[in-house]
């Protein structure tokens, strides 16, 4: 009895091992899940990162879906349309980003990247969730003028996402819920911190700024970092930096969110970051060249009730005072804020 219990003891270890080893051969090869890493001279991510956990499966869905034009009503318009890596994930060239049939809506296309660490989305904060935002495009009529109803129909009836959702979630549901988290896996994982700034204050490789770098921070640091604050170079708040408005557009900016009148023409703080690549500037694509977006600091802004209080010169008059020289100064250090290794990163290209 006791031998018999041994020997079915050792055939039922046999047996797992045997399992065990043939499962393993009969495995697919599973790739590695992307690992967000904060790098070390950022601040915390503000995206909870546990309720939509970053995998291999799901990262290649978001980049499938940001990527495909099936997505937008003319079958064209893919998020990267608007979004292209080279341009740190901005719509290069083009003041006011546009959509389907060419339609031009009234903002610049913002860039992709750090979005994990941002609290609101878009120029006036429309969206205060990540995984909220592509409804916004999606839906729009000047950018991919799609129903999400419609999109997931498409979705549903393609067997290679069909495939791809069941690998990326439990449930494996074609639903809005599993395409938005797939979304911002991807977008998550489009961190920008390796630039020679990065490189500079985490003191890695040797790096040193030239003489005209290291005065330029010295400017920014007194002048401008109180808005464009911390290594994502923006507070993430909203404000009026004294743009003339455009009466034929007239965007009310965060107004048009809150609906309170003291957030009219207020706008997104933009991160600098890779802002040598993200030509033209400010919410309406305006300026062209950095050394235009300097000039208006100077000597562009104009007055308002919902100005930023430290816009105001003690005279009455508005703008923040620069020399020549420390325009160009400011302007060789926003060149070191960009990011070759990010625009350059495979796993986010097409
Ligand atoms: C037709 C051009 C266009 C297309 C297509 C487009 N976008 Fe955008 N994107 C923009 C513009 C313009 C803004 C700024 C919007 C605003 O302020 O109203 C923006 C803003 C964003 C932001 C906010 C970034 C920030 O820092 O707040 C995210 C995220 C984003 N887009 C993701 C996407 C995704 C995902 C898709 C595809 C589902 C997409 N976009 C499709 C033009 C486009
Ligand atoms: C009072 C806050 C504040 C200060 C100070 C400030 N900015 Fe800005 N900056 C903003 C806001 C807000 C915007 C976006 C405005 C808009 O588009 O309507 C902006 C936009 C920009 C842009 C355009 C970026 C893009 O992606 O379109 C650049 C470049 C820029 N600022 C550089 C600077 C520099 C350089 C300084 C210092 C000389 C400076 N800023 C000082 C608030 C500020």
Request: glycine share 6%; charged share 25%.
């Amino acid at each position: 009895m006791q031998y018999d219990m041994k020997k079915s003891v050792v055939a039922m270890v046999l047996v797992t091992v045997f399992m065990s080893c043939a499962k393993q051969e009969e495995a697919p090869y599973v790739a590695v899940d992307p690992v967000f890493e904060k790098p070390s001279n950022f601040p915390e991510p503000h995206y909870d990162l546990a309720s939509n956990p970053i995998t291999k499966a799901g990262f290649d869905l978001g980049k499938k879906l940001f990527y495909d034009g099936k997505l937008a009503s003319d079958g064209v318009v893919s998020c990267a349309f608007c979004h292209q890596q080279k341009f740190a994930f901005t719509h290069h060239g083009h003041p006011l980003s546009h959509g389907v049939d060419n339609r031009s809506g009234k903002r610049n296309s913002q860039p992709i990247q750090n979005l994990a660490f941002q609290k609101q989305f878009s120029w006036d904060g429309a969206a205060f969730h990540l995984d909220m935002f592509p409804i916004i495009p999606l839906t729009n009529p000047v950018e991919m003028d799609e129903t999400v109803g419609n999109v997931l129909k498409k979705l549903a009836a393609d067997a290679t996402y069909q495939k791809m959702f069941a690998e990326a979630f439990k449930d494996g549901r074609v639903n809005a819920d599993n395409t938005f988290k797939a979304m911002s896996q991807f977008m998550l994982m489009m961190v920008s911190a390796n630039a020679k700034y990065d490189k500079y204050v985490r003191k890695e490789e040797n790096v040193t700024l030239t003489a005209e770098e290291s005065r330029g921070f010295t400017v920014f640091k007194s002048k401008c970092s109180s808005c464009h604050a911390t290594d994502l170079f923006t507070d993430d708040s909203f404000r009026n930096n004294g743009l003339p408005v455009d009466p034929a557009v007239d965007d009310l900016g965060r107004m048009t969110v809150t609906l309170v009148p003291e957030d009219r023409y207020k706008f997104k703080v933009p991160s600098l970051r890779n802002v040598a690549l993200t030509a033209p500037y400010m919410h309406d694509g305006r300026f062209g060249s950095l050394e235009s977006v300097l000039n208006f600091y100077t000597d562009g802004m104009v007055t308002s009730a919902t100005i930023d209080a430290q816009l105001k010169r003690p005279d009455g008059t508005v703008g923040i005072s620069m020399t020549t020289q420390e325009k160009q100064d400011v302007i060789a250090f926003l060149k070191t804020l960009t990011d070759e290794e990010f625009i350059k990163d495979k796993r986010f290209a097409e």
